[in-house]
Structures are given as structure tokens and as C-alpha cells.
């Protein structure tokens, strides 16, 4: 209640002014995560796309060289679950720094996002595994995946994130996988995805919440699992007795499975 009969310090249209120029706040997108369950990320793919009768995910059971026989080959790509902690968290900056001040030399080939929606990181592991083996795998033509490859391969890392942002059919599809999961769902989560994929080459880790991908030296299509996990390892060193560790590779898809 105002009286209008006082002196006003700010006339009364400088309070309509204010008003309609404010905006409302724009915040992040924040999803649900998905489970690093194989089931879970083949039903998603292939309703993105993936023919899955061709490729698909497994888990990984070890990071010693006995698992590696269990997993069909070829394998295209690794993606990796693991806890953020303090230790992780630094690890990162200082990698990142000495990059900064290094370089190193990463493939005009690396299909590459960054990850600006929280608790994408699944999906984002699966859109990396699957793009950087699109030349290997069998995506369906007119597709989600089909299309969302031919729009993007051209796009920044930032562009792509800023395109999966305002994409409602992914979230969709997305939404669909977590409610597939096994766990109840939360947002409030520190674990996180990233994957491996080998490009001309060269084994890159690819992790939307960093600055750039990051080339960890040679590899072949042939050795991508074990070059994977040998990275992987170091994680776990970072982490001992932590066991909320997951790997799941994409992979040849196992008939008599």
C-alpha cells in the first residue's frame, strides 16, 4: 500500500519500468541420470538409432587383461563411470593446465561436445562412442542418430551442447532411459561418464566437462580396449577402495548372447 499523497523518491513509472524490463532467470538444464547398465543404453541407442543387432554394449568386468576375451571384438568404444572426488577434481586441473602450457595435437576427426546439461554425461557418452564410430557401426538412415550426426560433425563443441539443449526429442528419449534404469532416480548425484574412442589413431578421452578431448598416445582399433582401460586404472589409482567404478564397451554384438 502506497501513499500517493507523500513525495515519492522514484516516480511510480520508474516502478512499472522496472518491472516489465525484468526477465526471468534462465536456468541450466538439469536431467535425470541414466544407469550404466548395458540394457539400459542399448534400449536407448537403438531408439535413437543403433542398429543393435550389428553393435551394441557390454560390460567390461575387469581391467585386467582376462576380461578383455570376454568382450566381443571389435570394440569402438569404452565408456567409463567413475565418482568425482577432490582427487579426481584436481587431477583434472592440473592435466588441463599442463596441456594449456604443452599443447597437444588432437584430430580435426574427433567428434567432440561439450556438456552443458546437468546429468547428461550419459547420454553424451553414448553420443561420443557412437560418433566417432559411425564410419564402423550400423546406424538406421533417417534416424535420430542419423541425423543428428549430419547436422552436427560440422558444429563446435559448444555448438553441438548448445543444439542438444534445445533438443526435446533427445530429452525425451532420454527421460525414457532413466525411467528403464533399475535404481530410483535422483538429481543429485557425483558420478560421472566419459568416453574412450580411438580416431586416426590416436586413443582420446572425451569428457564434456573438460576443456578439450585429450589424446593419451597411439592405438588401433585392435588394442582400443586394453589402451582404454589402462587410463581407466589410473582413475582407480587416484580412488583406492572406491568401487563405483562401471566400464561398458561398444562393441561387435554377441549373436548367442
Not at 538444464?29 to 536407448?44: D, G, H, L, Q
Not at 538406421?140 to 534445445?166: G, R, V, W
Request: charged share 20%; hydrophobic share 35%.
Amino acid at each position: 500500500h502506497y501513499d500517493l499523497s507523500l513525495p515519492a523518491l522514484f516516480p511510480l513509472s520508474s516502478f512499472v519500468h522496472l518491472q516489465s524490463s525484468l526477465k526471468p532467470l534462465k536456468m541450466p538444464k538439469r536431467w535425470f541420470p541414466i544407469e550404466s547398465n548395458p540394457t539400459v543404453m542399448n534400449a536407448y541407442a537403438e531408439k535413437l538409432g543403433l542398429n543393435t543387432s550389428a553393435f551394441s554394449f557390454c560390460d567390461v568386468l575387469s581391467t585386467d587383461d582376462w576380461a578383455f576375451d570376454m568382450v566381443p571384438k571389435p570394440v569402438v568404444g569404452v565408456v567409463m563411470l567413475y565418482p568425482i572426488k577432490p582427487a579426481s577434481e584436481e587431477f583434472n586441473r592440473t592435466q588441463a593446465e599442463k596441456i594449456d602450457s604443452e599443447g597437444q595435437t588432437v584430430s580435426p576427426n574427433v567428434y567432440y561436445m561439450k556438456q552443458t546439461i546437468g546429468n547428461a554425461c550419459g547420454t553424451v557418452g553414448i553420443l561420443h562412442a557412437i560418433g566417432n564410430a559411425k564410419s564402423t557401426i550400423d546406424i538406421q538412415p533417417d534416424s535420430y542418430l542419423d541425423k543428428l550426426l549430419a547436422t552436427t560433425s560440422s558444429m563446435t563443441p559448444e555448438q553441438i551442447a548448445s543444439y542438444l539443449e534445445a533438443d526435446d526429442e533427445l530429452e525425451g528419449a532420454h527421460e525414457e532411459a532413466v525411467e528403464g534404469g533399475q535404481t530410483e532416480a535422483t538429481v543429485d548425484v557425483n558420478t560421472h561418464f566419459v568416453c574412450f574412442s580411438q580416431v586416426d589413431n590416436q586413443l582420446y578421452e572425451l569428457d564434456g566437462r573438460k576443456k578439450f578431448p585429450i589424446n593419451h598416445g597411439a592405438t588401433t582399433a585392435e588394442t582400443l580396449l586394453p589402451d582404454a582401460c589402462a587410463v581407466i586404472r589410473g582413475f582407480m589409482d587416484r580412488d583406492p577402495g572406491e568401487l563405483k567404478f562401471t566400464i561398458i564397451a561398444l562393441c561387435k554384438t554377441d549373436p548367442d548372447a
